[in-house]
Every structure is written in structure tokens, then in C-alpha cells.
């Protein structure tokens, strides 16, 4: 049963996730190649910090938009962390300088000190907030992410949250300010500070609405028929679930198909015929579709564009 529904004029982004090793960057190519070929203005992104989806497409990509040569319509990008911090400490440096300087106790050489500092997580921060800037900009029609292994992944989606608290501490230092200034001055002219946390608030909440609207964005499950696999899926689906993320697709990749004629090869889709059913079973909500396990490396637009015409239907 292929996946379906990734032409959908309505859906702008689609994320592909799951294990490290199950071929999510290969699926996320397919679908980004048979949108583009269907006429979709369709942008590949990548997020993962092992970036493999020049290796997949064989281009070089990089940090910024590419256009991929061999696909009209398709482009892609490795969005870069640390480059993306960068970029946002220096767009927003005096705003960020004025709310420590108002709002705490700090010395200029302490607040430099702040500002340095790596942030943990920061990388799937500043890699949606890329992806949303992207779609604010309506440039394509299509957004297909291919997503870090499931823990990075799953950081991704509490990133409304996580900023969201991020923001209160900030707007609570700011408030304190505010009373002081409105205290002994009578009145209280907001500035650049508040617009900035007026603007990173609404960023949340935009954020927050487009990964719930299952009729703008889509997470497809990418998972093998192996047992770690299965369980770690079956972990990953629950966490979705409780950020109100319905994953309603799965696909089951590198199975082996069913006739084959040496014993090694019979051993194994016996093996997996066993965790297939399982899946089956465990997931059976889900639209799931089996790819099969390819004779060759699946790398190049040739051999993913073959693969993506049987794995999506519109």
C-alpha cells in the first residue's frame, strides 16, 4: 500500500523520522524527487548533524538552497546549527545584549560570556526555526525534512515548549524591569527587547500550530523489520502522540522480497516475516507500506527516482 496524500495542496511539511540506520534519508529523497517530478516546487531539507543527504542525492548541497541538478523543481539544504546560531545571535545581539543589561546584575564581560556559550539542544532550535523561517517565506510548496535519529527528532518537537519556557523566564526579568522603570519614572516606553519577545513568542506559537495541523504537516515513521527497531518505533509513536503530532503512514524498509532462492536469504524474510507481522499487528491504525530490501546501493536520482514511484501515490 503506498504512502499517500504528499501532493496535497494543503500539506506544506512533511518529516520523515525513525531509527539511525533505517533509511530515512533515502525515503526523504524519493518523496522530495516524485513531489518535485509532480510538478511540486519542492525544498529537501536535512537536519540531521550527520548530514547524508548529498551522499543520497549525489550533489553537494551545503548550508544554503541548492538546486538539484537532474530534478526540475527540487532543491535542497543542510541546515547548519552552528551557522544558524551564529546568524541569530548576530541579527538579534542588542536585543539580547539590552534584556540582560535591564534585567540582570551583569557587567558587559559577563553578559559576552553569556552570549558565547553553546546552548544545548540548540541545534533542532535553530534547525526548525530555519524550516519555519523557510515557510514564512512561501518559496516552495513543499517541505520535506529529513530528520536527525528519534531522540534529536523528539527534541525537535518539544522545541514550542522548550522556548515557550525560555521566553517566560525572559519576559519575567523584563517585567521586573518594567515595574521598576514605571515605579520611579511614571511611565514605561516598550522597546526593541519587548518586540523581540513579542515576535519569538508568536514564532512559538506559529510553530506549535503548524506541527499539530495534520492538514499542513505530516510525520511518516520510517522503520526495518528488526526488533530494536520496532520497539524504538513504538516509543518514538507515543511521544508524537502526546505532543498531538498523529503519525497516521509508516513504511517498513529493506525487507527482503519473498522469493528468493538461496537458504541465507530464505532465513532471514523468515526472521522478518515475524517482526513484519508484529508491526502489522502492533501499528495497525497505521497505513504502512513495505519497501523492499534493492540489490544496490540506492544512491543517485536514477535509482531513487525508480524506488519513489512505487513507495508514494498522490
Given at each position: 500500500m503506498p504512502i499517500t496524500g504528499i501532493l496535497e495542496p494543503s500539506l506544506k511539511l512533511i518529516l520523515f523520522g525513525g531509527k539511525g540506520g533505517v533509511g530515512k534519508t533515502t525515503c526523504a529523497s524519493c518523496a522530495g524527487i516524485y513531489s518535485a517530478k509532480n510538478g511540486k516546487n519542492t525544498l529537501l531539507i536535512s537536519t540531521d548533524p550527520a548530514h547524508s543527504l548529498a551522499d543520497s542525492l549525489g550533489s553537494e548541497i551545503g548550508n544554503e538552497i541548492k538546486q538539484i541538478k537532474g530534478v526540475d523543481g527540487l532543491s535542497a539544504m543542510e541546515i547548519s546549527a552552528e551557522k544558524e546560531l551564529s546568524d541569530f545571535k548576530m541579527e538579534y545581539q542588542t536585543e539580547l545584549r539590552r534584556l540582560f543589561d535591564t534585567?540582570?546584575?551583569?557587567?558587559?564581560?559577563?553578559?559576552d560570556s553569556i552570549l558565547a556559550l553553546p546552548i544545548p539542544g540548540i541545534d533542532e532550535v535553530m534547525g526548525f526555526k530555519t524550516i519555519i523561517d523557510l515557510i514564512e517565506e512561501g518559496g516552495f510548496d513543499k517541505y520535506i525534512v529529513d530528520t536527525a535519529p528519534t531522540g534529536h527528532a523528539l527534541r525537535l518537537l518539544t522545541l514550542p515548549e522548550l522556548l515557550d519556557d525560555w521566553i517566560k523566564v525572559l519576559a519575567k526579568m523584563r517585567w521586573k524591569y518594567r515595574y521598576m522603570v514605571t515605579s520611579f519614572a511614571g511611565e514605561y516606553k516598550s522597546d526593541s527587547a519587548d518586540d523581540f519577545l513579542m515576535n519569538m513568542k508568536k514564532t512559538v506559537k506559529k510553530i506549535e500550530g503548524l506541527l499539530k495541523d495534520k492538514n499542513r504537516c505530516e510525520?511518516?515513521?520510517?522503520?526495518?523489520?528488526e526488533d530494536m527497531a520496532i520497539k524504538e518505533t513504538e516509543r518514538m509513536i507515543k511521544s508524537l502522540n502526546r505532543y498531538n503530532v498523529k503519525v497516521r503512514q509508516m513504511i517498513i524498509n529493506n525487507v527482503i522480497p519473498e522469493q528468493v532462492h538461496c537458504p541465507f536469504c530464505r532465513a532471514r524474510r523468515e526472521n522478518q516475516d515475524r517482526y513484519i507481522g508484529e508491526i502489522m499487528t502492533r501499528f495497525s491504525d497505521l497505513k504502512i507500506t513495505v519497501v523492499f530490501l534493492?540489490?544496490?546501493?540506492?544512491?543517485?536520482?536514477?535509482?531513487?527516482?525508480?524506488?519513489?514511484?512505487?513507495?508514494?501515490?498522490?
Open positions: 534585567s540582570t546584575y551583569l557587567d558587559k564581560e559577563d553578559i510525520f511518516i515513521v520510517v522503520t526495518i523489520p534493492q540489490p544496490h546501493e540506492v544512491k543517485g536520482i536514477d535509482s531513487l527516482n525508480s524506488i519513489g514511484v512505487d513507495i508514494f501515490l498522490n
